[in-house]
């Protein structure tokens, strides 16, 4: 079946630091992949997506590229603020005809001033 | 204008009781999702639901159930509550397409006493 792997955390970083959170995936096919992020509190909301291989997606200064030859979708920053400070969740689907987005186990993010 | 709103935000329960949370979209997407995250913020899919098909995680007790009166709803029954279902209970929405990304709801979070 269809399977995310993320780094695990914490991520722990100053402010103005370079971020990358690492993710690779298990599927079928051509998956749509996905960075989505949570603030403490509320619930999961979308940062970039990329729907095929060197799609680069990007959003706020973060940044992730699709790279189908090593099933990685890895997230990037050049300078992290306190205000990133969350959990981010990389994702896929469309795998083999499922529409059922399938999450990684999530990454925290802590950024010191 | 909130696009994927769940009720309650919190609820506390005793063992053994029945309950419902709801959710409502005004998106006008054809597919709605129930997600649990737990203390570790793993999110687990329980139930995929469009106006044509349920798919169910077999994982999932049947004291949990789904109940869809239109489109725009999906709520979340659960019965004989236990100290286990403790967790923060998600709704999301997403339109066909392999490309689109899902909306998510604040969260309910349930705890079980």
């Known amino acids: 079946g269809d399977s995310v792997t993320q780094m695990e955390g914490p991520v722990t970083l100053s402010e103005e630091a370079f971020l990358t959170i690492n993710c690779t995936y298990t599927?079928?096919?051509?998956?749509?992949l996905f960075w989505y992020v949570q603030y403490p509190g509320e619930g999961l909301q979308l940062l970039l997506k990329?729907?095929?291989?060197?799609d680069k997606g990007s959003n706020k200064g973060f940044e992730a590229t699709y790279r189908k030859e090593t099933t990685s979708f890895h997230l990037e920053k050049g300078s992290v603020q306190v205000s990133d400070s969350a959990v981010y969740f990389c994702?896929?689907?469309?795998?083999?005809?499922?529409?059922?987005?399938?999450f990684g186990r999530g990454t925290s993010l802590i950024v010191h001033p | 204008d909130t696009a994927v709103s769940q009720t309650p935000k919190y609820l506390v329960t005793q063992m053994g009781n029945d309950k419902s949370i709801k959710c409502e979209q005004n998106?006008?997407?054809?597919?709605m999702y129930w997600y649990k995250q737990d203390s570790k913020k793993f999110l687990k899919i329980m139930f995929s639901?469009?106006?044509?098909?349920?798919?169910i995680n077999e994982t999932v007790p049947n004291r949990f159930s789904p109940k869809s009166p239109d489109k725009a709803h999906l709520n979340l029954h659960i019965n004989s509550l236990e100290l286990g279902d403790s967790a923060v209970y998600f709704c999301?929405?997403?339109?066909?397409?392999?490309?689109?990304?899902?909306?998510f709801g604040q969260g309910t979070r349930l705890t079980v006493v």
């Open positions: 999301a929405s997403r339109r066909d397409g392999v490309n689109a990304e899902a909306f």
């Open positions: 599927a079928t096919g051509y998956p749509s």
């Open positions: 990329a729907t095929k291989a060197d």
């Open positions: 994702a896929l689907s469309g795998s083999g005809g499922s529409y059922i987005p399938t």
């Open positions: 998106l006008g997407h054809d597919t």
């Open positions: 639901y469009n106006n044509k098909e349920l798919i």
